[in-house]
Structures are given as C-alpha cells and as structure tokens.
C-alpha cells in the first residue's frame, strides 16, 4: 500500500463517514471480476477522548488509499451493519472497546469477551437438535466454540463464538517502541508470522518515511511466500485427513514440515520469527544459500505435485469436496471475502496484485479456478495452483537476491537514511497464506501511538458459519473446516 | 474326543480370540502408519493401551444408569460367545458348534452393538447420541447384504452352522458363488468393524466420526472393554470370513496340542493376509459421505445377490 506520509486523515462528521463508506459497499454491490474499492481496515482509536472510528479504504487499481477518521463524541452511532454485513462483526468490536452502541445493529453481544455471552440455539421445532462443540477440541486445533442448530444430519444453523485468545495486542502496543512491538507483531498468529510482521514493518516504515531497499522487500515477499507454502501443505493435509486420505494426509504433512525445517534452517525459526525487522537490511546472505534452498524446494515440490496428482484421482476424495461447503457469490460480496477462499468463488482479488504490482515481474500470477463454484474442491484447487506459483516466485526472488550483493545491503541501520519523519501514519498490506492482511499504525518518535490489525481470517470467519449450514450434513464440518483453514487467533488478536 | 477334551479345546479358541485380537489391530495400526511412510506404533502398543486402560479410575456422567454401565460387559462378552459357534482353530465342531448358526452369530453381536449404542445414549453426552443414529443407519444399510450372503450361504452349503459350510465352500473351490460371497463378506466386515470407506478409525475429529463417537463418555476399564471388544469382533468377522467363507485351509484336524498351536499359527497368517487387504483399501480409498454409505451397502448386497442367484441356478 503506497501512502505518502504527509498525507493526512480525513477527519468527517459521522454522516460524512457513513456516506463514504456506503459509496464502497456499493463497489462490492456491483460485483465484476474484483470489487473497485475495498474496505482495509475498519477500526476503533480507544485511546484518544473522544474515541474516533477509523477506515481505510483502498483503490486496488491505483493502488493507493483514502484514510477516513470520525469522532464518536456521542454514546450512540447509527450502524451499518444491518446493510453491509462485513461491518456486523467489526462494530461489535467497537462497542466492546469504546461502550459506544451501534444504534440498528442487528446482533448486538459481547464479542471480544466470550465468557459474558451465552448462545443459544436459533431453531426450534420438532427434532431440531442443539449440538455443541468447543471450546476446547480434538488434537491441536485452536480455541472456538461453534453451535450446530441440526435436524437429523443436516446443519441448519452455525453460530460460531471466537475471540477466545483476544489477548488486547493492539492496546499493549501502545507506548512502546517500535522495534518491541515488532515482538508482538510476529505472535498475532503463529502461522502467519512473516504476514503479520510484514504488514506491521511497512506500516511503521511508510509512517516514518522510510524508504525500503529493494533487496529488504524481496526478502520479506520470499519469506512470505515460504510461510504460504507451508500453510497451504498444511491445508491441503488436513483436507486429506478431512476425507479419511491417510496416505495423502501423512505425505502432505512430509512436505510441510520440510518447508518449515528448510525455514527453521534459513531463519532459525521455523514459523519465521526474528526474521523480517522494521528499517531492517536483508538478513541472509543468499548467494551461500541459494543452490541448498533450490534443491530443497524442488524435492518439497516434486513430493508434493505427485501425491496433489493422486488425490486429484481418487474419486472418494474429490467427491467428499465436491458441492460441500459452497460460499454463494452474494456472501463474498456482503462480507467482502479474501485470499483464497475469494478467488474460489472466482473473484480476482489478491493484495499481490492490487497493493504489490512489482511481484508480477518475480512470477506472481493470480489463481481463480474456472469452475469458480466456491465449494471446498475449489479451496483446494486455488491452494494447488498458489503453491506452484509461489515455489515460482521464490525462485525468482532467489535469483534477483543472489546477484545483489550482500555486503552493501548488509550495513544495518547506520548504513540507511534511517527513520526521516518522527510522527506519522502508515499503512501495511500484504497478502498473507489466507488472504489479505492490513496493519494501521501511528508512529510518535519512535513509539506507537496507534496500531489496527485487520486479518485475513477476520473477514471470512463469518461467512464460515453461513458456508457450514447450507446443506450441508453434519459429517461434511471437518472438511469444511479443513478447506477454510482459518486462524483464529489472528482473528481474536 | 472327551469332554474335558473339548472344553480344553474351546478354551484354545477363547483364548486366541481374547489374547491374539489386540496384536491383530496392533499389526494393522503399524502397517497403516508403515503405508505412509511412517514407523508406527509398536504391534503390541494396543496391549500396553488396554493396560493402561485398566488402571485408570472411572468416570460416569451423573444421570448415567445401569445400562451405561452394564454396556461395556455386554460388548465384550457377545464376540466371545460368537467365538464358540465358529471353527476358530479346528476343522471339527467342538461341543458348542450346534448351539447356533451363522444367523445366531449376527444376532449376539448384533446385541453387543445394540447395547453400546444404547449405553451410549443413557450417558446424554449428544456424541453419544449421534455416533449411536450413525451406528444404527450404518447397520440398517448392512443388514439386507448380510441376510442375502445368508441365503447365498444356505442356498449352496444347505446348512447355517459353521462347521458345515466351511467344509461345503471348500469343494465349491472358488466358484463364483465363493468369490462374490468373500467379496460380499469383506465389505460387510469393514462396515462393521467401523473401517474405511465407512467410517475412518484414526480420526479425532468428533463431528464426523461413528464407532469412536458411541464410547465419547466411557473411561477407564469400561473403555478398555469396548476397546478390546472391537478387537475381538474384528477378529470374530474375519475368522467367519477366513475359515468359514473362503476356506478352512490350516484349521487343525487332530486332537492334539502341537496341531491346535499349529493351526493357531496358520490362521495368524491367514489373517496378516486379510491385514493386508484391509490396509490396502484403507489407503488408497477415502471415507464416503455419510449418505453414500447405503450406496456402497448396496453394492455389497447386489453382489451377495448376485451369489444367491447363482446358488440357486446351482452354477
């Protein structure tokens, strides 16, 4: 995301802001391969008096973005939720934080504080069951409780409750320097480390007028391509264990982990902490290195593509994803649907492409599959083809790092102009392995005043209850759940 | 033959069922794991599971009556009376083999699952009461082809005891009434025994599973009875496969100890061969869609159809 750090809010009146963010909702309304505009962030300042909402809004086709700032100096606001559902989950956050309520929002409760709300079943009638599941689950899935309203096999309703890791990083952000936070920044989600960092450095690096060697940022994309690969093997395992492919699922689950020790080697940490800093220069000497990486990706891909070709071919699996968990075009649009599980339903949208152009020229290629049902199948398809195209893009990446030379990246912060602005705004958005990833900090001399995370899995999570309950049968969750692959504590933060 | 003789006999056949069936599924679970290119677990790791089972105190939900508690016992116990009525070592009958048939036989291990799927809802966890409907429509979907193999079986062999059929199918020497009986067979056995594509035996996840989801509230030595129980229906089924259905090649035909231990070790490797079978299609097939079980049922009844036709016509 390109923001020139003189570049000021827009503070509005609160009909203002609704008004221009109705215009966007409009953009995803009017459906076409990719919505015109998307909504980034959307957001609280808890910390100022008045509190202020905060949007962000970006033009995928100019790659640039409109910053919208509205005091809530009242302890009502008039909601949006009830006609733009993405906003249902986000102003609940809001009134959580601030105590401000949404006036006509449709399903006010406690979101942020699990503990403090009871769901309860929405369906009633004869044989209509209340089905329980979570908070704590089988194997290492992560902490969430879903409610099944079902009927014989059949799901009629899911409702899911999260936020059970909501671990306030956002506000223990505050104050503190912007090297800390980094800390912070890569424990939001442990499988989106290289994301969620990557997002929060360009943020703190545009708001501090930085600009990023060239070398530094394909580094950051390599990582990040490296955290895609495992993530994807790791999805594309579960469904096979989803669908009972023990086979499949054991030799995924291979390719995975050699992705993270092939990480673990060149990083010293597996899920990539300590690897990408802010005014960072790049960390690896990748001439060494480059010639090990490259075999080592080439055994990962050719074990994955043969046991991907299997699967492909066994009619038991494709039949289990085939038809199950389909996310209807409509609900994308409503919720403003990313990564992945977007291009599924063949909507062209990847922040590679809109907020990243110059990875077109190291191999980025945007994946939508032809079918573009937005059934579980074609999750899987789209992370098939996302994984060749990364394993593509880190080769390149490879050889533009090789031929830099090391040395004269590798001075430090001393060697780099450094930090030029001390007090700014800055925007970070990336796409991580589940989609599109955006961080919103306010930097004072060195130390944050203001950060905002936006997760991928923040805007899919409530299309996954709708996904769930469609018609499908009770035995269809796993691989539903397996073909979201969703973070949850990206999401809960 | 005298009749310590042959209680000493059936005591063999009690023992292999009830000491050999943990090695059984621990051989299965390291070759599944070896099929993955895996080590495994150890074979006799299901032995030192049950130990640990046993050792570990109990604990009932509160409203849980007699039922649940009596279940366990009752599971464990049908496939061991089954064991009596089948030739498990020997190729003569022993003196239970005429206290029923093969219809018999469905029948008491049709109660062992009965009673834990009613064990399984007097303990109110909904689990329980979801692995039990998915039991039971697993059940109802088996039925007609094991009735039909039933038919085929009495049609061609005139008889239902065991010991009779087994020697009648040996002179039908792979004819194809035989070959689509086994075929039939083997897909009612992995139906039953809750294996792939029915259900996925080494799955954790609660929402889509069958067998494991009935025994979700047992613990301690209650578990460890269904669990050992489901080894030795495993066992039961495939015995009834093995040296009822396709051949009672290996069974001892003398009286003495030395032939018994040797027809022990021959139906042992008998069984590695269905092992094998079994690991083969639980690797390469995926598990169905709940709905598609009564399509693969189908499918297994069409074939045991197709046998009764044939005994019928006396080809």
């Known amino acids: 995301m390109r923001l020139s750090p003189s570049q000021t809010l827009q503070r509005l009146d609160l009909d203002a802001f609704a008004r221009r963010l109705l215009s966007v909702r409009r953009a995803y309304k009017r459906g076409g391969p990719a919505p015109e505009r998307q909504l980034l962030y959307y957001g609280v300042m808890d910390s100022v008096n008045p509190p202020a909402l905060l949007a962000v809004v970006g033009h995928p086709s100019s790659g640039r973005s409109s910053w919208l700032q509205a005091e809530l100096s009242e302890q009502t606001w008039r909601s949006l939720a009830d006609t733009w559902p993405a906003l249902l989950w986000p102003e609940m956050e809001v009134h959580d934080r601030t105590g401000r309520v949404p006036e006509g929002h449709p399903d006010l409760h406690p979101l942020l504080k699990p503990h403090m709300h009871t769901l309860s079943g929405r369906a009633s009638g004869a044989g209509v069951f209340s089905l329980p599941l979570g908070p704590v689950r089988a194997d290492v899935t992560e902490s969430g409780y879903f409610l099944f309203d079902t009927i014989g096999e059949q799901i009629m309703h899911l409702q899911p409750q999260l936020f059970y890791k909501h671990r306030g990083i956002e506000r223990m952000a505050v104050g503190r320097t912007v090297e800390d936070v980094t800390l ?40 990040m391509e490296l955290e895609r690969l495992y993530n994807h093997a790791h999805d594309i395992s579960q469904m096979a264990s989803a669908s009972g492919m023990t086979v499949g699922q054991a030799q995924v689950a291979r390719v995975k982990e050699e992705c993270l020790r092939l990480a673990g080697d060149l990083t010293g940490c597996r899920y990539l902490r300590g690897a990408i800093k802010p ?22 891909d050719a074990r994955m593509q043969r046991f991907v070709s299997l699967l492909q071919r066994t009619p038991t699996f494709v039949d289990r994803l085939v038809g199950t968990g389909i996310v209807n075009r409509d609900w994308a649009d409503d919720y403003g649907l990313v990564g992945p599980t977007a291009r599924a339903c063949g909507i062209r949208t990847d922040a590679r492409l809109e907020y990243a152009p110059w990875t077109s020229d190291v191999g ?46 590798s001075d430090g912060p001393h060697g780099s102009p450094g930090p030029t602005v001390s007090k700014g705004w800055g925007g970070g958005t990336v796409e991580g392995p589940r989609g599109r990833i955006s961080h919103v900090v306010q930097v004072d001399h060195g130390r944050i005043a203001f950060w905002g995370i936006r997760s991928a899995s923040s805007w899919i999570w409530p299309v996954f209850g709708l996904a769930t309950a469609n018609g499908n049968i009770q035995t269809d969750f796993p691989v539903i759940d397996a073909s979201f692959g969703l973070s949850y504590a990206g999401l809960d933060r | ?111 062992g699952t009965y009673a834990l799927l009613v064990g399984a809802t007097a303990g109110a ?186 005994a019928v016509a006396g080809v």
Not at chain 2, 51 to 70: M, Q, S
Not at chain 2, 280 to 287: A, D, Q, R
């Open chain 1, 184 to 223: 912070l920044a890569e424990r939001i989600s442990g499988t989106t480390t290289a994301g969620h960092t990557a997002a929060y450095v360009t943020a703190v690096e545009q708001a501090s007028g930085y600009a990023t060697p060239d070398a530094v940022r394909w580094e950051r994309q390599l990582f």
């Open chain 1, 279 to 300: 005014f960072g220069s790049a960390a690896i000497d990748w001439r060494a290195v480059s010639s090990i990486v490259l075999d080592r990706l080439a055994a990962a």
């Open chain 2, 125 to 310: 966890s909904p689990y329980g009461g979801i692995g039990s409907t998915r039991a039971r429509f697993v059940s109802m979907c088996v039925e007609p082809a094991l009735i039909l193999i039933l038919f085929a079986v009495s049609f061609s062999a005139h008889a239902t005891i065991p010991y009779i059929v087994n020697g009648v199918m040996q002179h039908l020497g792979w004819s194809p009434v035989h070959l689509l009986l086994m075929a039939a067979f083997f897909a009612v056995l992995l139906a039953e025994t809750g294996r792939i594509p029915v259900d996925n035996p080494s799955s954790h996840r609660e929402f889509s599973m069958i067998d494991h989801n009935r025994a979700y509230d047992y613990s301690g030595p209650h578990l460890a009875l269904i669990e050992w129980g489901g080894c030795m229906k495993f066992v039961v089924l495939g015995v009834i496969l093995l040296n009822v259905i396709t051949s009672p090649w290996g069974l001892a035909n003398g009286h003495s100890a030395l032939a018994l231990l040797a027809g022990a070790a021959l139906v042992f490797v008998k069984f590695l061969a269905l092992l094998a079978m079994v690991v083969w299609v639980e690797s390469s097939i995926g598990k169905l869609r709940l709905l598609r079980i009564a399509e693969y049922m189908a499918a297994a009844a069409a074939v045991a159809l197709t046998a009764v036709i044939l």
């Open chain 1, 364 to 409: 980025f290629t945007l994946c939508v599959v032809p079918r573009a049902n937005g059934d579980a199948l074609d999750r899987f398809e789209v992370r098939v083809q996302e994984w060749s195209v990364s394993i593509q893009m880190i080769r390149s990446l490879l050889s533009r790092l090789a031929s830099t030379n090391h040395a004269e990246n």
């Open chain 2, 1 to 111: 033959m005298t009749l310590g003789q042959a209680v000493w006999m059936q005591g063999m056949q009690l023992g292999f069922v009830l000491l050999v069936s943990p090695l059984i599924k621990g051989i299965l679970n390291r070759w599944k794991e070896f099929v993955q290119g895996k080590r495994g677990p150890s074979i006799f790791q299901v032995y030192r599971d049950l130990r640990k089972l046993f050792h570990k105190e109990t604990v009932i939900p509160e409203d849980a009556g007699l039922l649940y508690r009596v279940a366990p016992y009752v599971y464990f116990a049908a496939p061991l009376i089954v064991t009596m009525l089948i030739p498990v070592l020997t190729s003569y009958p022993l003196f239970m083999a005429f206290a029923g048939d093969m219809m018999a036989g469905g029948f008491i291990l049709g109660l």
